[in-house]
C-alpha cells in the first residue's frame, strides 16, 4: 500500500500548481483522501478532502477555499489537488493521505488517517 504525491514546484504568487495523489497497492475507490501541509515548527494542517463515503463530498480548509479544488480521478487512481491563486502562505510540504475511518467532522485531523504519501514540497515566491 504506497500513496505517491508528486506535483510540487516553485511557482511565483498568483500561480498554479496541480499536486497529484497516486495510489499503489490499492484503490481509492472506498476510501477518504485528504491533503495536507506542514512548515517547519508548526503542525501538520488538514487543508482538503474528498470523501467517497459522502458521495464524494469534498471538504476544504476555510483559507484555502476558493482557490483549492480536489478532484480523483477513478480510472487512474489518483487524487488531485488545484491550487490557484498561490500565495507565499501556500508554501509547505503537502502530503496526501488516506483513511477507511471516516468521520466526517474530524477530515482535517491527521490523527484520522492511516496511510500517507512522502510529501511534495510547494514553495511560493512573492
Known amino acids: 500500500v504506497q500513496l505517491q504525491a508528486s506535483g510540487g514546484g516553485l511557482e511565483q504568487a498568483g500561480g498554479s500548481l496541480r499536486l497529484s495523489c497516486t495510489a499503489s497497492g490499492f484503490t481509492l475507490d472506498y476510501f477518504a483522501i485528504g491533503w495536507f501541509r506542514q512548515v517547519p515548527g508548526k503542525e501538520r494542517e488538514g487543508v482538503s478532502c474528498i470523501s467517497t463515503r459522502d458521495s464524494n463530498r469534498t471538504y476544504y480548509l476555510d483559507s484555502t477555499k476558493g482557490r483549492f479544488t480536489v478532484s480523483r480521478d477513478f480510472a487512474r487512481n489518483t487524487v488531485y489537488l488545484q491550487i490557484d491563486n498561490l500565495v507565499p502562505e501556500d508554501t509547505a510540504v503537502y502530503y496526501c493521505?488516506?483513511?477507511?475511518?471516516?468521520?466526517?467532522?474530524?477530515?482535517?485531523?491527521?490523527?484520522?488517517?492511516?496511510?500517507w504519501g512522502q510529501g511534495t514540497q510547494v514553495t511560493v515566491s512573492s
Open positions: 493521505a488516506t483513511t477507511q475511518v471516516w468521520y466526517p467532522s474530524r477530515w482535517s485531523d491527521p490523527r484520522l488517517y492511516t496511510y
